[in-house]
Structures are given as C-alpha cells and as structure tokens.
C-alpha cells in the first residue's frame, strides 16, 4: 500500500496533475481580470480595459484621441506598449496616481505618476 501510494505521488510530482499548469496561468490573469471595463480620468479622459482571448485590449482615451493597445497580465500588474515604451498599469488609489482631480478616490489604476484612472 505504502509502495503504490509513493508511485502516484512521484508519477504525479513528475508529470503534474491534470489542470494545475492552466490553473496557475489562469490564476496571474485574475487581478487583471478584475479590472474590466472602464476607469475614469480627469476631464474626459477614460481607460478601458477588455479581454481579448488571453490578453486584453487597453483603450486610453487622452485630451486629443482614443487609442487600443495589446496588454497581457504580469503578476498584479497589466503591461503593453505604448509609442516604443513599456507601460505597466497597477492598482492603486487616487492619492498614489498623482492627480489632484482623482485624491480621495480608492479604486483606480495608475501608469506613471501623474496618468490615473478610477472608478466612481
């Protein structure tokens, strides 16, 4: 009993149970996965964020023209390029986006000091 016990745990250490690869790519999307829809910037300005297969398209409305990118979960974080640059969006609150318009607010996301987005 003790030998065929030992068997699976080592056939199973060594192949891997069935799903656990998938669960755990599964499992880094999830902070990602809870920041679908869209965010709220200062005057006009809004991000939004959609799955797209197992990615996300990342819409960034600014002052002059909406814009999409291609985004994919990085730990807590969500990262894609912009104009040549690695961006990398987090959670935060209003005080740690650095906008004056977005202070007090406590659900929202930041790409750099001074670019946030939260929801109301």
């Known amino acids: 009993m003790k030998t065929s016990l ?4 080592v056939v199973f250490t060594a192949v891997g149970l069935p799903g656990c690869e998938q ?5 880094k999307d999830v902070a990602a ?5 869209r965010w709220n910037g200062p005057e006009g300005t809004w991000l939004e964020i959609q799955r797209a297969g197992g990615n996300y398209d990342i819409t960034i409305r600014d ?4 814009r999409t990118f291609a985004g994919t979960a990085s730990g807590e974080r969500l990262v894609f ?3 040549g640059t690695q961006e990398s969006l987090k959670a935060s609150n209003g005080d740690e986006t650095g906008m004056k318009w977005l202070a007090g607010k406590t659900d929202c996301l930041t790409l750099k000091p001074g670019e946030g987005y939260c929801r109301d």
């Open 23 to 27: 669960k755990m790519a599964d499992a």
């Open 81 to 83: 390029q912009r104009d």
């Open 63 to 66: 002052l002059d023209r909406a």
């Open 33 to 37: 996965d809870r920041w679908v829809g």
């Open 6 to 9: 030992l068997l699976l745990f």
